[in-house]
């Protein structure tokens, strides 16, 4: 054979090539190599271009039309898609099918959907019902009891660990996550490490770490109260309860008031109320029984202190004055109000006298709380007698009581006159309210890459997938199969996608996410700024989409929330599929 032979035979580089394609990265796919979808799939099935090819049970490359006019790009398979080896089969994919449905399109006639990537590729404290337990210890004892987690409606819910994860960091960044005024220890802030891409619960909805700002608000995971909670600590404050310095809520009250004491404790159980009985001491020495509630330390009452005690002395911040409806004047005038009949000349009156003690505030403060009576439409004066007393002008203290009668059980009724007595107790306000989660500002630092801190753990949790941290509520991370593929692996599997782009030739290519939209387009900016837009990406119509998974995260559909956004994007992709079909 001549050497000219030789070098044909070496130069017929389209069989050569197209055998070493599943195990080198560096040899390219050109446009054209397959003729079919199934000569694709067959290669990806034996692809070991990325490491990804070690861990798959099956190459996950599409579903649906194969010559659909729209495709739909994911970014990489999960547990489900790796089993099955189909695209969007999971609870993601039930969503992203109904999303279709509502605008009457359909994986059979009008959707091929596929994959940038074919192939499945911490000691944080966690809030469980049985005190705290370290992340690490949960995963590696796979302890399946139950963590605090936030549902839907931001309610506190308790709910079982189902899965245990331990991933290689593989490049990732990590944050540190904390709260600007959290306990320090000479450890540096109480908080938690997670990696850029771990998402995390904020007014704004589920973000990355990565994405959060200065000034978003976190879901704590601990208690904020209702609106009948707040009613009962703002007045419980506002008369002689206290929070001490180290936020911890305690009040008093006479044991003939325990029935009181326990209506109180019942709306505020979401704060793990304690109630206890002891012995109090009196000035001149004589002993009673006495009962004490305190509430378990947290945000909520650390931040309250921070509004209650300017330079560690109680004053009432005009602020939790504006808050109080007539439920909270009637838990602060049972505290601390009274009233008497009045008399003259040792005769007594119709006309009654009604008092609230104020304490130890300023007089700028009292003249604050006269004048906000003022504005509820009450006449009173405040008076200093070794402390501050306010008083209700002729005729202002009956009507108050009126007002508030309602509020004021069978216990505390030797509270209202006579008179007032046949108005009904309102038990309904004392029930026990859903336990809200409250929300705070966060501070992120990115941390320098550590050696020897090169695995990361998370857990997955029924229903919610979410836990509470000493920093807040932080959704599962993608398990180590799931996690975002790195710009070597998409970069391995993207001649795959391109050739799938010209075998199936769509007129609307949607893009599932931030890391779809950056693989096939090289677009960085974030889904939330650019979702919705139409894109040009090789003389074909894009649109970059929420993925089906964030909306599974974000269930609002209020105006302006993901899934209303996502309702205005496909009816636009509709609209744009009649257009075209108009056209041609
Ligand atoms: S390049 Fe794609 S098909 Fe190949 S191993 Fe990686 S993910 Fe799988």
């Known amino acids: 054979m001549s050497s000219e032979n030789q070098l044909s035979l070496f130069d017929d580089s389209n069989f050569n090539q197209q055998e070493l394609i599943p195990t080198d990265p560096k040899i390219p796919i050109p446009p054209g190599t397959y003729s079919t979808m199934t000569e694709l799939a067959q290669h990806c099935d034996r692809c070991h271009r990325c490491v990804l090819g070690n861990t798959r049970t099956h190459a996950v490359v599409g579903r649906g039309n194969l010559k659909a006019p729209i495709m739909v790009v994911g970014e990489a398979p999960g547990q489900n898609e ?95 996550v ?62 002689d309860a206290c929070i001490s310095s180290s936020g911890q809520f305690l009040e008093n009250h006479s044991i003939q008031q325990a029935a009181y004491l326990k209506l109180k404790a019942r709306v505020l159980n979401g704060f793990r109320p304690q109630v206890k009985e002891y012995l109090a001491k009196s000035q001149n020495g004589k002993t009673y029984q006495s009962l004490s509630m305190g509430l378990a330390k947290t945000y909520y009452l650390h931040d309250l202190r921070e ?47 009604v008092e609230i003690a104020l304490g130890n ?142 075998l199936v030739d769509p007129k609307i290519i949607l893009l599932t996410g931030a890391t779809a939209l950056k693989s096939l387009t090289g677009d960085k900016r974030a889904i939330t700024k650019i979702r919705g837009q139409w894109l040009e990406w090789e003389g074909r119509l894009c649109m970059p989409i929420f993925h089906p998974s964030y909306l599974l995260r974000n269930p609002s559909k209020e105006r302006g929330a993901p899934k209303w956004l996502m309702w205005q994007d496909i009816q636009a992709v509709r609209a744009k599929l009649d257009e075209i079909r108009k056209d041609t």
Not at 107 to 129: F, P, S
Not at 131 to 151: A, E, H, M, Y
Request: hydrophobic share 35%.
């Open 82 to 176: 790796d089993e099955t080896g189909l695209p969007f089969v999971g609870k993601s994919g039930q969503l992203l099918e109904k999303i279709l449905a509502s605008v009457n399109l359909s994986t059979d006639q009008d959707v091929y959907i596929a994959n940038i990537n074919k192939c499945l590729g911490g000691y944080t404290r966690i809030i469980t019902e049985e005190g705290s337990k370290r992340l690490n210890w949960i995963v590696k004892n796979q302890w399946s009891g139950k963590v605090l987690s936030v549902d839907s409606n931001g309610s506190l819910v308790w709910k079982q660990v189902t899965g245990w994860y331990r991933s290689k960091l593989a490049g990732r960044q990590l944050y540190k």
């Open 178 to 239: 904390f709260f600007p005024d959290g306990k320090c220890n000479n450890k540096g802030e109480v908080g938690y490490i997670a990696t850029a891409d771990h998402q995390v619960l904020t007014r704004r909805g589920w973000i990355t770490v990565e994405e959060l700002q200065g000034g978003d608000l976190v879901a704590t995971g601990t208690p904020a109260p209702g609106s009948r909670g707040l009613q009962v600590l703002l007045g419980s404050l506002l008369g």
């Open 307 to 353: 509004e209650w005690y300017p330079n560690n002395k109680k004053d009432f911040p005009i602020t939790a004055l504006e808050k109080l409806d007539n439920f909270g004047l009637a838990i602060w005038y049972m505290d601390d109000g009274y009233w008497r009949r009045k008399t003259k000349d040792g005769q007594i009156r119709k006309s009654i006298d």
């Open 361 to 502: 505030i300023t007089p700028e403060t009292a003249q604050k709380v006269v004048k906000y009576f003022e504005t509820q439409g009450y006449r009173t004066y405040a008076v200093f007698k070794s402390t501050w007393r306010l008083f209700f002008r002729y005729g202002e203290g009956i009507r108050f009581l009126e007002n508030i009668a309602e509020y004021i059980p069978a216990s505390m009724r030797y509270k209202l006159p006579e008179e007032l007595h046949s108005i009904p107790f309102n038990i309904e306000v004392y029930q026990e309210e859903a336990v809200v989660t409250y929300w705070k500002p966060v501070i992120k630092k990115l941390l320098p890459p550590k050696p020897d801190f090169d695995v990361v753990y998370c857990i997955d949790v029924e229903d919610t997938a979410n836990f509470v941290t000493p920093a807040g509520v932080v959704h599962n991370c993608r398990p180590p199969e799931n996690r975002v593929p790195t710009t070597q692996e998409m970069t391995a599997c993207k001649p795959y996608l391109l050739e799938q782009i010209r």
